[in-house]
């Protein structure tokens, strides 16, 4: 079983804004956009699923103590309740994690491995539960995973049911 934990830096100062990157397409009926690359503020990427179900990816950071922390928005385009169909994955041990993103995983295509979302010593996952989302609303997102080695600069993030986005990991 894999555990971390991060605590703050000490800083009052908020966290800061996300930066740029790329996504590929996976070839599945959804569509992966890759906003320009520049400015603090951009997207890295945009995942966009079926029903109008979009992920944006806004931050893929190596933390200290071994992990990477991937933060972004998730965006209901629908017009029913979203309650995240199949991004909790199926292992028995994060079932009980309900709506979450308990499912997703990096690939480090290079080191040809993949990272499961991190668990606290209870089996829950170390990321976000949705409770459902309305038409038209978002909310944030997070999920934390052991870092791949330093040498790995960018992976593939995978959301059951969406397809793939190739992410530069910054720190």
Do not use: H
Not at 36 to 42: R, T
Not at 145 to 155: D, K, R
């Amino acid at each position: 079983m894999l555990t971390a934990c991060g605590g703050d830096d000490g800083s009052d100062e908020p966290e800061s804004k996300p930066q740029g990157a790329s996504a590929s397409s996976a070839g599945q009926e959804s569509e992966v956009s890759a906003p320009p690359e520049d400015d603090e503020g951009q997207v890295l990427a945009s995942i966009k699923g079926k029903d109008g179900v979009e992920a944006i990816v806004s931050s893929v950071k190596r933390e200290a103590g071994g992990f990477v922390t991937v933060k972004g928005t998730v965006r209901n385009g629908s017009k029913q309740i979203w309650t995240a169909p199949g991004w909790q994955g199926m292992e028995q041990e994060v079932a009980g994690n309900g709506a979450s993103m308990a499912g997703t995983s990096l690939v480090d295509q290079t080191g040809k491995k993949r990272y499961l979302v991190l668990r606290d010593t209870d089996g829950r996952c170390l990321c976000t539960k949705f409770e459902g989302l309305t038409p038209g609303a978002e909310t944030p997102f997070f999920a934390q995973f052991p870092a791949p080695p330093q040498s790995t600069t960018e992976v593939d993030f995978q959301i059951p049911t969406m397809p793939t986005a190739t992410i530069k990991i910054s720190g």
